[in-house]
Nanobody
Framework: QSQLVESGGGLVQPGGSLRLSCACSRFIGYAIGWVRQAPGKEREWVSYISSNGGRTTYADSVEGRFTISSDNAKNSVYLQMNSLTPEDTAVYYC?????????????????WGQGTQVTVSS
């Protein structure tokens, strides 16, 4: 059982914001990434945060609009998404990697949550 649990998805209008949460209490010491999959498309890496929270990286498609953060006290990682567009519509997954610095390579993520749907539409 993965025990990575995403929440916070929903329907939002273009230009709006959402904050996704990933509860990851079993994955202390792991880097956490967010990956999304739009209908009919391959999974796309979005962002990651290193295990100590000191390093964050973003895909070009979300740079400047999305912010990843962690709260060690709550064993959670968040993805704040602003200025959303219909192209951001996807199922968003959080994933954990033993590669503690984080990675853009989805193959380095061994544990995955079930995903949360984000729909951007007017």
């Amino acid at each position: 059982q993965s025990q990575l649990v995403e929440s916070g998805g929903g329907l939002v209008q273009p230009g709006g914001s959402l904050r996704l949460s990933c509860a990851c209490s079993r994955f202390i010491g792991y880097a956490i990434g967010w990956v999304r999959q739009a209908p009919g498309k391959e999974r796309e890496w979005v962002s990651y945060i290193s295990s100590n929270g000191g390093r964050t990286t973003y895909a070009d498609s979300v740079e400047g609009r999305f912010t990843i953060s962690s709260d060690n006290a709550k064993n959670s990682v968040y993805l704040q998404m602003n200025s959303l567009t219909p192209e951001d519509t996807a199922v968003y997954y959080c994933a954990a990697s033993t590669y503690y610095s984080g990675s853009t390579d989805q193959r380095r993520y061994d544990y995955w949550g079930q995903g949360t749907q984000v729909t951007v539409s007017s």
